[in-house]
Nanobody
Framework: VQLQASGGGLVQAGGSLRLSCVVS????????MGWFRQAPGKEREFVAA????????DQADSVKGRFTISRVNAKNTMYLQMSNLKPEDTAVYYC?????????????????????WGQGTQVTVSS
């Protein structure tokens, strides 16, 4: 299983970006998917997660109302629509997959609960 994240870039505060994560390998519906981020000098933190069907999502309080996670299994792709971006959103964003068949179908906020990781995409928000 491989994950490829893309869509990062430089944006002004208040702007928007959409991140994508393409999953290759076993059928994407077998996975709970998530987004995490890591800013320089800080620990990795949970951003959002979505279950296999897309019917259940979870977001960190810091992004609720601004970020939306979604997935299109037919396209093997997960998205993170980010709006009203703030300088504190600046980080490398990583997508991750959790094997639902082995670990269960619930979303998770702990990065250790995920089995596969993408390479990361840089998001920089200028003030």
């Amino acid at each position: 299983v491989q994950l490829q994240a893309s869509g990062g870039g430089l944006v002004q505060a208040g702007g928007s970006l959409r991140l994508s994560c393409v999953v290759s390998g076993r059928g994407p519906s077998s996975y709970v998917m998530g987004w995490f981020r890591q800013a320089p000098g800080k620990e990795r933190e949970f951003v959002a997660a979505i279950n296999w069907s897309g019917g259940s999502t979870d977001q960190a309080d810091s992004v609720k109302g601004r970020f939306t996670i979604s997935r299109v299994n037919a396209k093997n792709t997960m998205y993170l629509q980010m709006s009203n971006l703030k300088p504190e959103d600046t980080a490398v964003y990583y997508c991750a997959a959790r094997d639902a068949l082995r670990r269960g179908v619930l979303t998770a906020r702990d990065g250790d609960e995920y089995d596969y990781w993408g390479q990361g995409t840089q998001v920089t928000v200028s003030s």
